[in-house]
Structure formats: structure tokens, C-alpha cells
């Protein structure tokens, strides 16, 4: 089957899928979009997180024929349109918290997704956004730190009040 849908705002189409193809394997192996991560390919790593119409999910457990005329936006879409690092990409880079890279997309899509809710969230509420994201390298305070760095630059920037 030919499935059309949008993918970080441009329209693309992939032939030839087949019924049980899952939304991540055409992303990274049709559409030419690698940035989300194949890990356990049952939904409870979150590595493979992107947005379906403005909703993040686990791009492994969407079947891609799912996707026909909806808009996905990848990690890849998260970055400036001369393809610079978006704000929530950068506060991972500079809080150290990218270590070996796996997790990061999907942590990075579930943060943009958690600032975009609530450009203040607790500890608490980070820690539940982001409690569907394994990482297996390390702890995850690095992580935290990126995520309250990208909270208060994106507060500066769109002038929030604390």
C-alpha cells in the first residue's frame, strides 16, 4: 500500500508498505528520517517518541497505514529551519545530557512536548513526563538538568513570569 502524510512539515510518501509495518520503520528506513531510535519495539523505552498530530507517541506500536494524512514531526523536526539546534536539543547539548544518544530523541521530543504543556513543570511533573524514556547509560539527573536549563531558556525567551 502507498501511505502520504506529512513528516516534519513536508509531504512524503511510501510505497509498497506492508500492513504490519510499524510508523518508525518507515520513518527511518522509507522516509529517510533515522533520528528516532529502534530499541524494544514494545512502547516502554520511549526511544523511538515522535509527535502524531501534535501528540507525542511511540512511533514502534503505530501501525504506518495509521498515519495516512496525519502530520508526524520527528526529533529532526525539532530543530530551526536552517537546521540549528532547537532550543530543547541545545539544553541537552550544553547541560551534557546527550550520553551515549539512544534515548535522546525521544527524550527530547517528550520534553518539548512536557514545555510546551507547562514551560514551569516541577520535579515532579518532569519526572512523570519523562517517565516513559529509559535511559540504560547512566542516571538521570544530567537529563533533569537539561530539562529545567530548557525551562528556563524557553521562560526567558517567550518571557513567562516564575
Known sequence: MRVTFSANGKPVEADDVWEGESLLYVLR???????SKNACEQGECGSCT???DGVPVCSCLVAAGQVQGRE????EGLAGQDGELGLVQQAFVDAGAVQCGFCTPGLLVQTDALL???PQPSDTDIREALSGNLCRCTGYEKIMDA??????????VEGVAK
Not at 29 to 35: I, M
Not at 72 to 75: A, C, E, F
Not at 147 to 156: G, H, M
Open 50 to 52: 515522535v509527535y502524531l
Open 147 to 156: 530539562v529545567r536549563l530548557a525551562s528556563a531558556r524557553k521562560c526567558s
Open 116 to 118: 510546551a504543556a507547562d
Open 72 to 75: 508526524v514531526r520527528t526529533v
Open 29 to 35: 528506513e522509507r522516509v529517510g528520517l533515522p533520528g
